[in-house]
Structure formats: structure tokens, C-alpha cells
């Protein structure tokens, strides 16, 4: 099992930025796929951004081009970089693993992070 740990997050204001980091401790070398989730209440819990190992990128739609993830394979740790954020932004960012390469593969999340867009 892995165990993830989020970190940053806070209130901003609309155009501001911010950085949410996430370690991850305990079968860190079995990790592939690493990245973010949100979710607003009442809402289903959406993608943000993944990398896996072989440094392959999902982003949504809505936040490319605004948001930056990077990851550090070796120390188990990846930051989600989030910059001119919107209203719409403000939500609960969780950290996300994966343990395998297959989709149905074991999966962790971190307790989760506040963000909060607003002037």
C-alpha cells in the first residue's frame, strides 16, 4: 500500500496562483501513474492532470494551458503547479497513484486539499 500526503492549497485570488505538492511513502517503486483529482461538493470527482513513468500527460481540458504537473519518479513525489486560476477552480484537490499500468490496477488517494478561487 501507498500512502499519499498532500500539501499547499489555500484561498487565492482570480488570477493568482498556486502549488499543491504530494509525497508519497511506502511501496513508492511500485507506482505508475501519478496526478490530481478535484472534486467540487455535490459533483463527481474529475481529472486534472496525470503523468505516468514513462513521463506520458493527461490534462483536462479546462486546465490546460493554466496548470503545470511534474513528478520525481525516484522521490515518489509530483506537484501540480496551478497559475491564473478561476472561480471555477475552487474545489478539493486530491493526489492521486496508481500501482500497476492497467486501469483496474490498485489505487491511492491522499485525504485531500482545499482550494478556494475568490476575490
Known amino acids: 500500500q501507498v500512502q499519499l500526503v498532500e500539501a499547499g492549497g489555500g484561498l487565492v485570488h482570480p488570477g493568482g496562483s498556486l502549488r499543491l505538492s504530494c509525497a508519497a511513502s511506502g511501496d513508492i517503486t511500485s507506482l505508475t501513474v501519478m496526478g490530481w483529482y478535484r472534486q467540487v461538493l455535490g459533483k463527481r470527482r474529475e481529472m486534472v492532470a496525470l503523468l505516468n513513468t514513462r513521463g506520458n500527460l493527461w490534462m483536462a481540458d479546462s486546465v490546460n494551458g493554466r496548470f503545470t504537473i511534474s513528478r520525481d519518479n525516484v522521490r515518489g513525489t509530483v506537484n501540480l503547479f496551478m497559475n491564473d486560476l478561476k472561480a471555477e477552480d475552487t474545489a478539493m484537490y486530491f493526489c492521486?497513484?496508481?500501482?500497476?499500468?492497467?486501469?483496474?490496477?490498485?489505487?491511492?488517494w491522499g485525504q485531500g486539499t482545499q482550494v478556494i478561487v475568490a476575490s
Open positions: 492521486y497513484a496508481r500501482r500497476g499500468p492497467n486501469p483496474q490496477d490498485p489505487e491511492d
